[in-house]
């Protein structure tokens, strides 16, 4: 299913990143920065939801005058509930959404519908992740040291925020691809690089299909959070199924980190891992006007414990989204 | 692409987990563990009013005590990581597991939290060591009358 948009914009954005992240390659490139998973708060939790609403305020600070029309918002924990949080306090019509790590681009995709309403101009999106309130919520308690493979993903602590608008700005939402969910029988709750990677390739060639593009129509494309290994996974798939060797790709959740840091394994992964290295990185690329057309797939793992431990396979889904600088 | 051949693929892309260098570390480590409970045992046996049982409890005690309170230090979790099985095999593995359980759920309150959560990870080994331990006497009985 592809979606042209038409006078849909990315406005201004606000990332607030957290440990590893802040010490990585993109270090500089942020709005703001906490150095410890409390940040003065007496739990995780409260510290995601503290840097989310700072991470919202900059963004609403960096506007003279900004009436918002509805609030997206998205995270790991259960039921939403720090999205939820968030939303009880800065009073905004709200919408709770989740495709994992794929929601970003979801969003976007929401969000730019919502838009062709025409009593709606703002949309604000967030996407939030803390990395021990997901290893809480998806694995072993966090002072547990049981060892993890290296292909395992480290979720990237971080808010980040994005308006999408009809008012006139540098880069405009071009069209989208909402993906199926695809299953290649991945039962390793760490390898999600692995389950992801099929999804991604299928939609990516979906919408090449659809759009009747070459992948080298696009200066740059870029998936969420493969991380090391399933990013070769996905190179040699759609070298597989379509016999075309991709230059102009890269994965986020090797960029984001400094990838010689043993803790951080196989790379970034989560929600935020896309829109932190896109917001601090890609996006002043774009505005710079080095490089034009960006094709982002953001890829997400359907699965809960509960899956896991009944021994279902891990489901995945990916969107894709085409973003021009004007 | 069918299931085989994308699993292939994934196959030979992903690292190894069992490396022989982590197998030998764990191994080193857990023979290392066993060494220091024997000197531990011997020491406690040294004084006249400590028993060879006693004496062996004392010793799981104080190996409880210290990976208890190196996890609560947060030193524990990093050496767990490097040597593997070596450490969560022996009692220190239990005692680690049930104060990382512990310290998780504090947050949530004594009874909800820690109470409901502390053998949320050392529970299997409670269960397990409890009816393996009755198999065994059974067999016990059986054979040995």
Known sequence: ?326 | MNIEEYKSITKKILPKTMTFKKLFLSFFVGGLMGVLAQLLIEFYSSFEEISMTEASSLMMVTFILISSLLTGLCVFDKLVTKFGAGLIVPITGFSHSTTSSALEYKKEGLVNGIGSNIFKLSGTVILYGIISAYVVAIIKIIIGG
Request: charge should be negative.
């Open chain 1, 1 to 326: 299913m592809t979606i042209y948009f038409d006078n849909i914009y990315l406005g201004k954005n606000s990332v607030v990143a957290g440990p590893y992240i802040n010490n990585g390659p993109l270090k500089g490139h942020f709005d703001a920065i906490y150095n410890d998973f409390y940040d003065g708060e007496n739990t995780f939790e409260d510290c995601e939801i503290k840097e989310a609403i700072k991470c919202i305020n900059i963004l609403i600070n960096k506007y003279k005058d900004i009436n918002i029309d509805i609030f997206l918002s998205t995270d790991l924990i259960n039921q939403l509930v720090i999205s939820n949080f968030v939303a009880n306090n800065i009073k905004i019509p709200y919408m709770g959404v989740y495709n994992a790590c794929a929601t970003f681009v979801e969003e976007i995709i929401l969000g730019s519908s919502l838009l062709n309403n025409k009593n709606i101009n703002n949309v604000l999106c967030l996407t939030s992740a803390h990395n021990l309130t997901a290893e809480r919520q998806y694995r072993n308690p966090i002072e547990y040291g049981g060892p993890k493979p290296e292909y395992a993903t480290f979720t990237v602590s971080a808010a980040t925020s994005f308006i999408l608008t009809k008012e006139r700005e540098d880069i405009k939402v071009e069209s989208c691809t909402i993906g199926k969910v695809y299953d290649y029988g991945i039962k390793d709750s760490f390898d999600m690089g692995s389950a992801m990677a099929s999804s991604a390739v299928l939609t990516l060639i979906k919408h090449l299909e659809d759009t009747k593009r070459d992948p080298n129509y696009y200066d740059l494309i870029l998936t969420g959070d493969l991380g090391k290994y399933g990013k070769e996974i996905f190179k040699t798939m759609f070298y597989k199924e379509k016999g075309i060797e991709l230059n102009n790709y890269n994965d986020s959740g090797v960029l984001v980190y400094d990838m010689n840091d043993k803790e951080v394994l196989a790379g970034g992964s989560g929600p935020s891992c896309l829109p932190s290295y896109y917001f601090s990185k890609i996006y002043n690329m774009m505005k710079d006007k080095k490089i034009k057309k960006v094709l982002l797939l953001a890829t997400g793992a359907l699965l809960n414990t509960t899956s896991v431990n009944q021994k279902k396979s891990i489901p995945s889904i990916c969107h894709a989204v085409s973003l021009e600088a004007l």
